[in-house]
């Protein structure tokens, strides 16, 4: 193990109780998570949040509360660093102009880069749909703090 791995994620929550999920798939691996990715070298986390936003959502965002830092060990699944991973509960500025999917890993097109997302009610959030461990923790969390209880 060389290095840390800083990444940010931004937990985007509608007023239908619903999570926004990005699906992707790169050099051939898929997997789903929590729009965000890494912090660039001399960036703060709500900067590297908010760019994270605009490059893959294209939409402004307002960061809300902190949600969750990792707490345990957890290697990269691309390289040998070790991931620390911070999510950010935040609301977008202006409503999402995306293409919104309603099948997991439903791409548009071809090509080494593929994402599209999803909008999931955080009751049925699959645990199992979520691809890495710190996201499924979060996922978990994000179940026993979001879950409505009416349905």
Known sequence: MSYFNVRVYGLLINH???VLVSDEQEYGIRFS???GGGLELGEGLIDGLKREFVEECQAEIEVLAHFYT???FEKSSF???QLISI???VKEKAPLK???KTKIYDFDGDGELL???RWVKINNLSIDEITFRT???VAELLKKQFADSSI
């Open 115 to 117: 994402q599209a997302f």
């Open 33 to 35: 998570k929590f729009p």
């Open 98 to 100: 995306l293409a919104f």
């Open 135 to 137: 996201d499924k923790t």
């Open 70 to 72: 990792t707490d345990f």
């Open 79 to 81: 390289n040998d660093s």
């Open 16 to 18: 239908n109780n619903e």
């Open 87 to 89: 999510y950010y509960l």
